[in-house]
């Protein structure tokens, strides 16, 4: 009996053993992973500076920008939405795993991400048909997952655009970490837009400055000649 109790206790702590071993082995997959994803979002975000710095076409940039996006968040469908420069409604200016049905002006009133651009907070919603937030039926022609986020696109004194994400290639929901994330990666590309919007305005005002000196030269030039043929007929 003595031989059969022992057994039973050695039976028991190897199960203990490797029990411990497969949750410790479980945890270190998992640990792997989140450290996998945190080395491609900080290569991403070093990346992003760089291509910041050198292209200088904002929608090239955009759309950069958006692929990175959804590399880093296992994303297969996204879109950059700005608000227009003339205040009238938004404008759809990059987007992945989709095609726009209608590119022309978003009106604000039927957007999804309306909340975004008046809050200039992220929207996160894990299920789309059970957020109080949309409550509303999923897409399933378009997104295979029921989970999409929202992140603002601010310059220093306003949203001036958002980036959508939605249909993780993994089925999961979107996370806070994918969040705080992208709001990194965001950081910057409101910045490069702010400067890209200015840069456009100072080239136009330069454009229509140096129309204004042709004009006002030729004007010169042809008092000038009046002035010339008065003396020489006198």
């Given amino acids: 009996?003595?031989?059969?109790?022992?057994?039973?206790?050695?039976?028991?702590?190897?199960?203990?053993?490797?029990?411990?071993?497969?949750?410790?082995?479980?945890?270190?997959?998992?640990?792997?992973?989140?450290?996998?994803?945190?080395?491609?979002?900080?290569?991403?975000l070093?990346?992003?500076?760089?291509?910041?710095?050198?292209v200088p076409d904002i929608h090239e940039l955009f759309q950069l920008v958006l692929k990175k996006a959804l590399t880093a968040t296992?994303?297969?469908?996204?879109?950059?939405?700005?608000?227009?420069?003339?205040?009238?409604g938004?404008?759809?200016?990059?987007?992945?795993?989709?095609?726009?049905?209608?590119p022309g002006p978003i009106s604000m009133d039927a957007y999804l991400?309306?909340?975004?651009?008046?809050?200039?907070s992220p929207l996160l919603?894990?299920?789309?048909?059970?957020?109080?937030?949309?409550?509303?039926?999923?897409?399933?022609?378009?997104?295979?997952?029921?989970?999409?986020?929202?992140?603002p696109l601010k310059t220093k004194n306003a949203t001036i655009g958002v980036v959508s994400l939605a249909d993780k290639a993994t089925g999961e929901a979107f996370h806070v970490h994918d969040q705080q994330f992208l709001a990194v990666l965001l950081a910057q590309m409101g910045y490069a837009v702010e400067n890209s919007r200015l840069l456009h305005q100072a080239l136009y005002a330069a454009k229509d400055l140096k129309r204004t000196v042709e004009v006002q030269g030729l004007e010169l030039e042809e008092a000038r000649l009046k002035m010339l043929q008065t003396l020489s007929d006198r």
């Fill in 1 to 44: 009996a003595l031989d059969v109790n022992d057994e039973s206790s050695q039976l028991r702590e190897m199960a203990f053993i490797i029990n411990a071993l497969n949750k410790l082995t479980e945890e270190f997959r998992e640990n792997a992973s989140q450290l996998e994803r945190f080395i491609q979002q900080f290569a991403t």
């Fill in 46 to 54: 070093a990346e992003m500076t760089e291509i910041t710095a050198n």
């Fill in 74 to 88: 296992h994303a297969r469908v996204g879109s950059v939405v700005l608000m227009r420069e003339e205040g009238d």
């Fill in 90 to 102: 938004l404008e759809l200016v990059a987007w992945e795993g989709w095609t726009p049905a209608n």
């Fill in 113 to 120: 991400g309306r909340s975004v651009f008046e809050t200039g």
């Fill in 125 to 151: 919603v894990e299920d789309i048909e059970k957020s109080p937030l949309t409550l509303r039926p999923n897409n399933k022609d378009t997104y295979a997952t029921h989970s999409f986020l929202i992140m």
